[in-house]
């Protein structure tokens, strides 16, 4: 457990730093999931949506998840192959982060009305661990099968 928290504190000093880079790239992919549903603008770190503007911010681009996923694979890792089996894994948290934004968004623009605040902390509050237990199950699940073989 200590490790796992060591990882943690380790690998989102890494990643702390690309945040704001990773705002705008955030931004941008949630911008182009947006555009299938509804019509849609970005600028920055804002999306524009019909009557409702989302801001990305740090918080926003899951580096958090994933850097407690990414202490989970470097602690329960064996070897280098154990680890690069578990890093394509960080996809799940990502594309389930821009998940969250676009139902955050979605449902923001049906209960326009209403607590739209509301709406991104229910979003944000189940999507989020969801996602990352998800990656989690995925690699504990492959990680068994390979050693078991």
């Not at 676009?102 to 979003?123: D, M, P």
């Amino acid at each position: 457990m200590f490790k796992f928290a060591v990882y943690i504190i380790i690998i989102y000093s890494i990643l702390n730093p690309l945040e704001n880079y990773f705002v705008e790239v955030v931004t941008y992919h949630s911008y182009l999931l947006f555009k299938a549903f509804t019509v849609v603008s970005h600028s920055e770190d804002w999306i524009h949506l019909n009557g409702l503007n989302i801001e990305v911010i740090n918080a926003c681009t899951g580096m958090i998840f994933i850097s407690i996923f990414l202490a989970l694979v470097f602690s329960l890792s064996k070897n280098i192959k154990e680890v690069l089996i578990g890093i394509p894994l960080i996809l799940i948290i990502y594309f389930g982060n821009l998940l969250r934004i676009l139902l955050t968004g979605i449902l923001g623009l049906v209960f326009i009305n209403n607590n739209v605040y509301l709406i991104h902390e229910i979003v944000g509050y189940l999507m989020a661990p969801l996602t990352s237990v998800i990656a989690s199950l995925i690699y504990l699940k492959i990680l068994s099968k390979m050693r078991d073989s």
